[in-house]
């Protein structure tokens, strides 16, 4: 009985593999052409280009860049990264369901894609493109 204390603490410890190694936030650098842009995101940060913000691993967001008049948009999503897939696994081998979980919740399997999020003034703004309408409705 004395042991099983110990070793249920240690399971627990060691089961947010990610969260341990890869921490709740990232880096996300912005850049623009020319430099100087003027960047904010839905989730209340802002900077000039170039800058770095550290961002939350699970929060997805919009960046708006502004300069000289003109404004663009970026669509930042997360995505499983290389890392947090091998946390993963290492979570399921042994047996850190209760890591699963923390990693999870914490966002520490994930990163922001774009990285960096590049804005380019010197081109003509991208063309949105229309919502396509499903197939098969009438």
């Known amino acids: 009985m004395k042991i099983i204390l110990p070793l249920a603490l240690t ?6 593999c990610a969260t341990v190694t890869r921490g709740k936030n990232e880096d996300v650098m912005f850049t ?5 842009a003027h960047v904010t995101t839905t989730n209340g940060y802002n900077c000039t280009t170039p800058c770095a913000l550290k961002m939350k691993r699970k929060d997805k967001f919009v960046a708006t860049f502004e300069r000289d008049g003109k404004t663009r948009q970026v669509h930042v999503k997360t995505i499983v990264a290389d890392g947090g897939g091998a946390a993963l696994v290492g979570n399921v081998l042994a047996g850190g369901v ?15 894609t774009p990285n960096p999020v590049h804005v380019d ?14 197939a098969g409705t009438s």
């Open 121 to 134: 003034f010197t081109r003509p703004a991208p063309v949105a493109k229309p919502a396509e309408e499903d």
């Open 98 to 112: 209760i890591g699963i979980g923390v990693d999870a919740a914490s966002g520490a399997s994930l990163n922001h």
């Open 32 to 36: 623009s052409m020319p430099a100087g």
């Open 11 to 16: 399971g627990l410890v060691l089961s947010g």
